[in-house]
Every structure is written in C-alpha cells, then in structure tokens.
C-alpha cells in the first residue's frame, strides 16, 4: 500500500469517516466480489463504495451493456445487483476482511423502501443514495427531478445513525437538489454520476446497448465533474464532496481536490487495473511536497482563492 511520506499528510475526513488517503473506489465497479474489494485496498484504495443495491434481485439490462468509446465508457447495466438481503450477507463478509471503510449504495423509489435497504446493510460504515443513475427509472435521475422525496429518503436514511451521501447528476439543477438534501440531513455529496448518452451501431443502424440508453463515463466527463464540484463548494462550502468523473491519473485528482472535493472516486479507470490507484497516490503525493503542500486538506477549494 502507498504511504505517504517526508511528512505529507494524505488522510482525509468524509463526515467522521476517518480515511488514509483521499482515494476512493466509486460504486458499480466492484461487483459483488470481496476479492476485488480486498485488492482495491491493498493498492491504495481508503474506502469502497458498493455497487447500487436495491431491496429486490436486479438482472439489469440485456446485452451488450458496455461499449468503449474513443472517449470513455457507455455502459447500461441496469442495476444488476442480488438484492439488499443477500448484499447485506456480503458485507459483513467483508468487513470481516477489510480495515477501510465500506459505503453501501443504495437504490430504492420510496423512504420506506430505502430505510429497509439500509437495514440490510446496516454494517455499511456510511449510505450513497444513488439520485442520478441515468438507465433506470424510477431508481436515479428521475428521483433528481423530485427533491420533496429525494430529501425524504435522506431524512428516512438518517434515523439509522450512518453517514448519509447523495450521489448527484449534472443533469437538472444540481444546486437546488443539494439544498433539499443538505437541508434534510445528508452529510455529504458524492458528484457526478455518469451522464446519459447512447451509441448507434451505424452499419446496423440500430442502438448498440441493450437498454438503448446508457451512462458516459471516463475522460469525456471530467471537465463536468470538475464544474459541479466547483458549483457545490461555493455554494456549500464546508460540506464534504466526493468528486467522481473521468480520473484517470493523479493530475485529475488533484484538479477535483482544488474545485473542492475533500475525496475523489475512482471508477472506469480501474479497466487499466488496480495498480492506477497507486499511481494516482504517488502522483498526488509526489505534487504535495514539490509544491510545497503538507496535506491534502491544504489543497481542498484552493481554486477558489
């Protein structure tokens, strides 16, 4: 694992979660496999987020649902995930095995039906509320264009004493969803979900995914993702934010810490292997002390100044 060394300080804090460094695997990459989670932390990783996980079993969209782009990823998964009861069994597995944190992403369409989520998987250290998956309705974006119930749902997830995250999109007014939700209790914002595309197969003159629509991720999103977080911190300056979008090396970590993120998810990267993950820490570090910086909180919003 990566260390930070000559007294650079990598740690971070998320809402009370102590993390060593602020790197941090986004959700929908890991599967349901402790292995990789367990890999991902012995490369760096200070946290991991789950993939969505809805109270039902989800077979998710039928093939192909990834297509690489000369830009990135499309992907239209669906939300494939065993459901909350069988995830919840899995998670205690891992938290037998890992000594970082653990992030349950939750997908529901109700209060009730989130709260019973988070019950199963009530050894998660903290909760992502997916708002903003943009292939499936009823479980994402379409929940961003209803903050009434989006700020329900936060308040219902509160009650259980975790640290409560929204995962927002850069579609629709990102700053008044972020109110409602902070204004109900969440501690935190995780920014941005995969924006909605699709890809025509112009020879079949068809569209390539199986849900026809699916989620752009990778480098294409970045300078997105740079903006919202940019947004979010002036105007909720204080409140933590994970930035996620299209960080593919350590430059654009550190392009997400200075907009304002206190923590930076790492996801489609991960296609190159886990061994990116030390990369970008090294990176992240090396740019500290050349920098002269002792810490990552000294970089948190600097663009700002």
Same mark, same amino acid.
């Given at each position: 694992m990566p260390a930070s060394g000559g007294g650079i300080d990598l740690s971070t804090s998320l809402a009370g979660l102590r993390l060593r460094n602020p790197v941090v695997i986004a959700s929908g990459v890991l599967g349901v496999s402790i292995g990789l989670m367990k890999r991902?932390?012995?490369?760096?990783?200070?946290? %991991?987020?789950?993939?969505?996980?809805t109270l039902e079993a989800r077979e998710g969209h039928p093939n192909p649902v990834i297509v690489e782009l000369r830009y990135g990823l499309l992907n239209s998964m669906g939300l494939p995930n065993p459901g909350a009861a069988e995830m919840g069994r899995i998670?205690?597995?891992a938290k037998e095995i890992l000594e970082i944190p653990v992030i349950a992403s939750i997908g529901a369409?109700?209060?009730?039906?989130?709260?019973?989520?988070?019950e199963l998987l009530s050894t998660a250290d903290a909760f992502e509320l997916n708002a903003s998956c943009p292939h499936v309705r009823g479980l994402g974006i379409d929940l961003m264009a209803d903050p009434g119930l989006l700020a329900e749902m %936060?308040?219902?997830?509160?009650?259980?004493?975790?640290?409560?995250?929204v995962k927002l999109?850069?579609?629709?007014?990102?700053?008044?969803?972020?109110?409602r939700v902070l204004g109900a209790g969440a501690d935190g914002l995780v920014a941005i979900n995969t924006l909605k595309g699709m890809a025509i197969d112009v020879w079949a003159r068809k569209p390539?995914?199986?849900?026809?629509?699916?989620?752009l991720s990778g480098p294409a999103i970045h300078p997105v993702a740079v903006r919202v977080v940019y947004e979010l911190y002036e105007e909720f300056p204080g409140v933590p934010i994970v930035g996620v979008g299209g960080v593919e090396r350590w430059e654009d970590a550190v392009e997400l810490v200075l907009a304002g993120a206190s923590a930076v998810? %790492?996801?489609s990267a991960l296609r190159r292997g886990f061994e990116v993950l030390s990369e970008i820490l090294r990176g992240l570090a090396e740019y500290l002390r050349c920098e002269g910086f002792r810490s990552v909180g000294d970089l948190v919003?600097?663009?700002?100044s």
């Open positions: 991902a932390e012995d490369n760096g990783a200070a946290a %991991v987020t789950t993939k969505t996980t998670l205690r597995r369409s109700s209060p009730s039906e989130a709260l019973r989520v988070a %936060v308040s219902a997830l509160k009650s259980l004493g975790r640290p409560v995250f999109s850069a579609h629709g007014d990102v700053l008044q969803v972020a109110s390539v995914l199986g849900g026809i629509y699916g989620g998810g %790492v996801a919003g600097l663009a700002h």
